[in-house]
Nanobody, 119 residues
Framework: QVQLVESGGGLVQAGGSLRLSCAAS????????MGWYRQAPGKQRELVAA???????NYADSVKGRFTISRDNGKNLVYLRMNNLKPEDTAVYYC???????WGIGNYWGPGTQVTVSS
């Protein structure tokens, strides 16, 4: 079982920056693929960025070059650095932990943190 708690959301002007953090409890954090998703009002939840146990990353096209995902396995933390924020980045951001199938079955979500970008 993994519990996730996001922090770092808030209100920022367009062009500004924020860093989201996700703290994970539980064991085997380092083997999980960690992801950041977001959901804007009236829209489906979408993947923003993900990082696997080998530190390979992937990003949504809309955030490439602006967002950076990273992890600290020693502290059970995953980060999302968001630069040059745009109003369309406004959403609730969720942290996700997915256990690779070779390790078992597990998929966990945090409660989310609101990011609002004003124009």
């Amino acid at each position: 079982q993994v519990q996730l708690v996001e922090s770092g959301g808030g209100l920022v002007q367009a062009g500004g920056s924020l860093r989201l953090s996700c703290a994970a409890s539980g064991s085997r954090f380092s083997v999980y693929t960690m992801g950041w998703y977001r959901q804007a009002p009236g829209k489906q939840r979408e993947l923003v960025a993900a990082i696997n146990s080998g530190d390979s990353t992937n990003y949504a096209d809309s955030v490439k070059g602006r967002f950076t995902i990273s992890r600290d396995n020693g502290k059970n933390l995953v980060y999302l650095r968001m630069n040059n924020l745009k109003p369309e980045d406004t959403a609730v951001y969720y942290c996700n932990a997915e256990l690779p199938r070779r390790w078992g079955i597990g998929n966990y979500w945090g409660p989310g943190t609101q990011v609002t970008v004003s124009s």
